[in-house]
């Protein structure tokens, strides 16, 4: 029988917001989002201290903190799914495996906690914390909108990334996707201008078997650079796989610059997708020459190109969460969903059948209340702190009816 529209609506209502997905209007991201917000403090500048303090002591997370912005904003955009914890979440995902940077994150997130509870996200943090570390190796300072918000989900089968042996075109269709021109993606590779590699990343494709031709090394890398890696950093044994390579020159490689480029100009770009850029014939290639040449200028380009990363698809409003800790969500879809099942029952609109009970039955009966709104937020309030109430309140109704049919059909449904 079809229900009637004022439970509909109410289910909707309880469906939508249980499941986390009422609207309200998707708020804009803006700069200053939290101001006023954290009591006195200011957030921004609590981050970056904390940049600057890891920075000092530890110029990688520079490195560190872009990979993992690019790795982070490229899956379902800017929304803290790489940081969960959990069997098969993103971070489990072969390419974030060797991602890191997360307890700088983890420990901003703590301080931000202490001071305003609840309020910045996880995804803001991320990408204010690359910003700072960004100006703090040279590059320019950008300004940062914020107000993401962090996403109920992660999980690892969505992590699809480029290949370090990709050609230019390839890269540019993976880029392309995501609505990045051509122009952008050279530029958001020039993030190459820090950090390092493996020699797992080129012994095979570039080294030793280049084109899957044993003993064949890759005519577009310098050979005095190919000689010095199988000889000394990348010898052909598997005990040199963790051995690390610079991705731009070791003087250079804390510094955010435009030498990366002009390695790419020398054939000494140590990925195969960093020299592909510059390979014969590909379109990029001109975008290189002008960027390391300064007739376009990459210092003013990256922040635009690290910008538009950052508001991929990004969650605002009431989409979504800000997570109390940066690697664990709130609650999982699944027992959200369990949830639903609950407050349905609790609300009583999932029971239906006896002919005395009706819909909005205590409408008008507690002055001025709406019973059904109350018992809701109540039951929602304790599973944000406590998830384990779904599993007792759902033992508790099934030993107080002796069985509600209904009820334990579509639990067992969704739980499958
Ligand atoms: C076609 C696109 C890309 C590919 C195939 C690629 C691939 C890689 C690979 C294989 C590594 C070395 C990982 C390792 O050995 O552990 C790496 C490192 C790095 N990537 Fe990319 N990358 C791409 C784009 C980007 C973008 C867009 C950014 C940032 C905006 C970025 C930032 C970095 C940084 C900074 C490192 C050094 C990390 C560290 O030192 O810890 N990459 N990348």
Redesign the pocket.
């Known amino acids: 029988m079809a229900l009637a529209a004022r439970t509909r609506a109410v289910l909707l209502v309880v469906a939508l917001s249980v499941l986390g997905l009422a609207t309200g209007g998707v708020a804009q991201l803006k700069n200053g989002f939290y101001t006023g917000k954290c009591g006195t403090n200011d957030v921004e500048t609590i981050v970056q201290g904390l940049v600057k303090a890891r920075v000092a002591r530890d110029a990688?997370i520079v490195?560190?903190l872009?990979?993992l912005?690019?790795h982070e904003c490229a899956i379902n955009g800017c929304d803290a799914g790489l940081l969960v914890d959990g069997p098969r979440t993103e971070k489990t995902a072969k390419p974030n495996l060797?991602v890191?940077g997360y307890d700088l994150i983890a420990a901003i997130k703590t301080e931000l906690e202490k001071r305003c509870p609840g309020v910045v996200s996880c995804s803001d943090i991320e990408i204010l914390a690359t910003r700072d570390a960004v100006a703090l190796a040279g590059g320019q300072r950008y300004a940062v909108r914020t107000g993401r918000r962090d996403r109920r989900q992660s999980s690892a089968t969505d992590v699809r990334?480029?290949?370090?042996e990709?050609t230019a075109a390839q890269?540019a269709s993976?880029f392309g996707s995501l609505g990045f021109t051509e122009l952008d993606m050279v530029v958001?590779?020039g993030?190459?201008t820090?950090?390092?590699?493996?020699c797992i990343?080129i012994k095979k494709t570039r080294l030793y078997s280049y084109g899957g031709k044993p003993n064949s090394t890759d005519p577009n890398l310098d050979p005095s650079d190919a000689a010095v890696y199988k000889k000394f950093v990348c010898p052909n044994t598997a005990s040199s796989d963790n051995n690390i390579l610079y991705?731009d020159t070791q003087s250079s490689v804390s510094r955010i610059d435009n030498s990366y480029y002009k390695r790419l100009q020398g054939r000494h770009g140590v990925?195969s997708?960093d020299q592909n850029l510059y390979a014969n014939g590909a379109s990029t290639k001109k975008h290189v020459d002008n960027l390391a040449n300064n007739v376009i200028d990459f210092s003013s380009l990256f922040p635009k190109a690290?910008i538009k990363?950052s508001e991929l698809k990004v969650l605002t409003g009431t989409h979504g969460e800000v997570r109390k800790l940066g690697n664990e969500m709130a609650l999982a879809a699944r027992t959200r969903a369990v949830l639903l099942v609950v407050a349905l029952s609790v609300l009583g609109l999932a029971t239906g059948g006896v002919a005395q009970l009706k819909n909005g039955f205590y409408t008008g009966k507690c002055g001025a209340n709406d019973v059904e709104t109350i018992v809701q937020g109540l039951v929602k309030a304790r599973v944000s702190r406590d998830a384990a109430i779904v599993a007792q309140l759902l033992r508790l109704q099934f030993h107080e009816c002796a069985v509600n049919v209904r009820v334990t059909i579509l639990v067992l449904a969704i739980a499958s």
């Open positions: 990688a490195a560190q872009l990979r912005q690019f060797s890191k990334l480029p290949k370090e990709d890269a993976y958001l590779l993030a190459h820090v950090g390092v590699t493996h990343k991705l990925l997708v690290l990363l």
